[in-house]
């Protein structure tokens, strides 16, 4: 099976980022990592076996990015205004240097996003916001408003709120979404949320599943057996969904 490394001095965002590529040709999926995660942690956790044969057989290609979530979300050291602003460069990063070198990897025209726990989150706000690019989001144990405090998940923003907060949380911007050409990009993109029953996200994944269907968004949303929240549960959620 190909795997190929890839490391760069992103301009974007002043630092070094790393990835890997894995599979030769198909789908193009890129798949962010859960949170505060590497780019390799999917590998370690034997997720990616689970996808072996499609990955041999040409019918997928991940591209398994890096997170920065502990200099964004998770930096308590910084305002929360800094914090969101440093996901937004995240994000430009994600648009402006990783889809050019997917573009070049992958001779298809089918990308997707996909990701586990926060990288869930991730890949459904970049498919939302761009779904003129994507073709289909799965969210695997995911929560789509980090306003909300959830049991011990916290509100990463500590009661602070502005609009680049809004538009980078799905729960927040799609109730109010209105363009009706975004919302006919996005009614075509395939949407899947898994999440566990005893999850603390289940109601979040719920109420969003909910919100999307009322805006005329088809989207599928599955119910796992107790927690799910686990690299053993990925390995079967990827199989099922990815």
């Given amino acids: 099976m190909n795997r190929e490394y890839h490391k760069w001095y992103s301009q974007g965002l002043q630092r070094d980022m790393e990835l890997l590529i894995l599979g030769h040709n198909g789908r193009a999926v890129l798949f962010f990592p859960t949170r505060m995660a590497r780019f390799y942690d999917y590998e370690n956790w034997h997720v990616i076996d689970s996808l072996h044969d499609q990955l041999y057989n040409g019918e997928i290609q991940l591209f398994c990015v890096d997170s920065i979530d502990n200099e ?34 992958n001779n298809g025209d089918c990308f997707e996003t996909a990701g586990c726990s926060m990288g869930a989150y991730h890949a459904l706000n970049i498919a939302l916001k761009h779904p ?59 949407i899947i949320l898994a999440v566990g029953e005893t999850d603390p ?42």
């Fill in 132 to 190: 003129r690019i994507f073709k289909k989001a799965v969210g695997m144990s995911g929560r789509y408003d980090l306003n909300l405090q959830i049991q011990d998940f916290r509100d990463l923003f500590d009661g602070y709120h502005n609009e680049d907060i809004y538009f980078n949380m799905p729960m927040q911007y799609m109730p109010n979404l209105t363009d009706e050409s975004q919302l006919k990009a996005i009614r075509q993109l395939e």
């Fill in 72 to 105: 964004s979300f998770y930096n308590r050291h910084v305002y929360p205004e800094v914090r969101i602003a440093r996901h937004i460069q995240y994000e430009n990063y994600i648009l402006n240097e990783v889809l050019p070198l997917m573009r070049i990897k």
């Fill in 201 to 242: 996200f289940w109601q979040n994944n719920h109420d969003f599943s909910q919100l999307l269907w009322n805006k005329g968004i088809s989207n599928q949303f599955y119910t796992w057996g107790n927690y799910a929240h686990r690299p053993r549960h990925w390995r079967q959620m990827v199989q099922l969904y990815l």
